[in-house]
């Protein structure tokens, strides 16, 4: 299981941090420093539709010496093929844009499944896009197995109603698309509280969890939480 601190950036700046952790840069040496064999970078402006933060984005995928998750409001091909030409390690097609097939197809052909997860964003189990209102006539279920069929390998599960929370990630949910027919690598987001929200995510079978406010707040520290997942 694996590890991704996650860095949300919303007007500059990395959402819920603290002190000199606010910068985006900052925060990517010292996590790196401490560790971390990843990072889950998100422009979480772009991802509620107001703005971005492209060059910010951008600054920190290219002085990353770890690999790079990015995602937030990715739904045009465009946008996605620019964080690969960016130098990110893998790139997260958003939920507005896994439910359109052929874009799904088309980025599987031209950048091989290792390298792309599909994000779900879920509301009391169905898919209900950041940015949006909307709640789809979709289940998580349903586009995960979509997606499985057409060759995504990775999911990134977040119950939305837990994200920042502290409260404990949707592990049920999460380890139901683990089990789906092919086998996909789930990696749960949104309400890692505790060092015993990661032991239940191995112990659920998942592929990582990404966490957030619980690092910011010093609810555990990376070095603890690599220990807890290796």
């Not at 492209?54 to 002085?63: D, G, L, S, Y």
């Not at 409001?73 to 465009?78: I, M, T």
């Not at 586009?143 to 057409?150: G, I, K, M």
């Amino acid at each position: 299981m694996e590890l991704y601190p996650a860095v949300d950036i919303e007007g500059g700046r990395v959402t819920r941090a603290h002190g000199t952790m606010a910068e985006p840069m900052r925060a990517l040496a010292t996590l790196t420093r401490a560790g971390t064999r990843w990072i889950h970078l998100v422009d979480m402006d772009r991802a509620y539709g107001r703005g971005d933060n492209h060059a910010m984005v951008a600054a920190v995928i290219e002085a990353a010496t770890v690999r790079v998750q990015v995602g937030g409001g990715l739904f045009r091909e465009s946008d996605i093929d620019q964080m690969f030409a960016l130098g990110a390690t893998r790139v997260i097609i958003g939920p507005r844009g896994a439910v359109d097939p052929g874009l799904v197809e088309r980025l599987l052909a031209r950048h091989g499944a290792t390298r792309l997860a599909v994000g779900i964003d879920a509301k009391n189990g169905r898919v209900a896009p950041r940015g949006t209102t909307d709640i789809l006539d979709l289940t998580a279920r349903e586009l995960a197995t979509r997606v499985e069929q057409q060759g995504i390998r990775t999911i990134i599960y977040n119950e939305v109603t837990r994200d920042g929370m502290l409260s404990g990630p949707d592990i049920e949910g999460a380890r139901q698309l683990a089990t789906l027919g092919g086998g996909l690598d789930v990696i749960v987001s949104g309400g890692v509280g505790s060092l015993d929200d990661l032991r239940a995510a191995r112990a659920a079978g998942l592929a990582g969890a990404c966490v957030g406010r619980a690092l910011y707040d010093g609810k555990f520290t990376v070095a603890e939480a690599l220990a807890c997942v290796s």
